[in-house]
């Protein structure tokens, strides 16, 4: 099994997402509103010595791809952890077309599948309700705007995994890994919001080799059952078995970064994801990380 990078550079900050403030929010969905700005941002952390992107697979994901594919000679070491998909498309997709027009236009849309072959096996996954079929064709969908760079895990979205999880579905999760294992040629990710309980299951599952991302931080933001659960559950995992990631660390800046790294380099935790949007964030954060 290959080993995740330590310190993997985020993308939050660049979609206008902040979970405690929406005109923090707002700032900086204006402010990243040009790919320029982007880039200078990731240019600034690379400079900085990082070598792990996740990217949620956005609106915007599939021309911030292109950038970085444009440029081998810049951008050729790094290391791609995928997150999909990414819920708030979607959401708009059903709201717009249904639940079936949104499915046809993610599996039929030119330059996602082609080929007889591959039309005829979506039309039987939507006929026959085939869950697997459907989920292994989403994924490739999902993927595609990722092909060509270096993938190191395939995450999925907590919404999805959660929602799987509360269903008990043991199947979906297995060919999942093993999909992504043997298509890309990655790691399995799941990103959760109870990281004890997916843990737990995956356990009983008999599934291993999945890297397990969640809110980690002093205060249990975002983190359920609570903060003594995550301690318990870290300092019993055995990390060839489940890798552990650390988000939200700052819990949407409620907890200083000094108090923040404190406690995250206390626990058994193998890789940290964070964003910023200045050089001296990102030089502080990987400073107070190492």
Not at 64 to 90: E, M, T, V
Not at 119 to 148: C, H, N, P, T
Not at 162 to 184: M, N, P, Q, S, W
Not at 187 to 208: A, C, D, F, H, V
């Amino acid at each position: 099994m290959s080993t995740i990078d330590q310190i993997v550079f985020g993308d939050n900050q660049f979609f206008g997402i902040n979970h405690m403030s929406q005109d923090k929010a707002q700032q900086l969905a204006e402010r990243f509103h040009d790919l320029d700005a982007i880039f200078s941002v990731y240019d600034a952390a690379i400079d900085a010595g990082l070598r792990a992107v996740m990217l949620n697979s956005n609106s915007r994901a599939a021309e911030i791809c292109d950038r970085f594919r444009s440029n081998p000679s810049r951008y050729a070491g790094l290391s791609w952890y995928p997150s999909i998909p990414y819920p708030h498309k979607y959401a708009n997709w059903v709201a717009e077309k249904g639940i079936v027009g949104t499915l046809n236009d993610v599996l039929f849309q030119k330059g996602r599948l082609s080929g007889i072959g591959k039309l005829a096996q979506g039309g039987l996954a939507l006929m026959s309700m085939d869950i697997v079929r459907m989920m292994k064709m989403l994924v490739d969908a999902e993927m595609q705007m990722f092909d060509g760079l270096n993938i190191k895990v395939v995450f999925l979205q907590n919404i999805v995994t959660d929602l799987l999880l509360g269903l008990d579905t043991a199947d979906i999760f297995r060919e999942y890994c093993e999909h992504v294992r043997r298509k890309y040629g990655a790691m399995p990710g799941l990103i959760t919001q109870n990281m004890p309980y997916l843990r737990n299951k995956l356990m009983e599952w008999g599934i291993s080799g999945v890297v397990i991302c969640s809110s980690i931080n002093k205060i249990g933001y975002l983190m359920s059952p609570g903060v003594e659960a995550y301690k318990q559950a870290l300092a019993e995992n055995d990390p060839e078995a489940f890798p552990m990631m650390a988000m939200s660390t700052l819990a949407s800046g409620a907890v200083p970064p000094k108090e923040a790294y404190d406690f995250v380099n206390s626990l058994n935790i193998q890789s940290v994801v964070f964003g910023a949007s200045s050089r001296p964030h990102i030089e502080e954060t990987i400073r107070l990380i190492k």
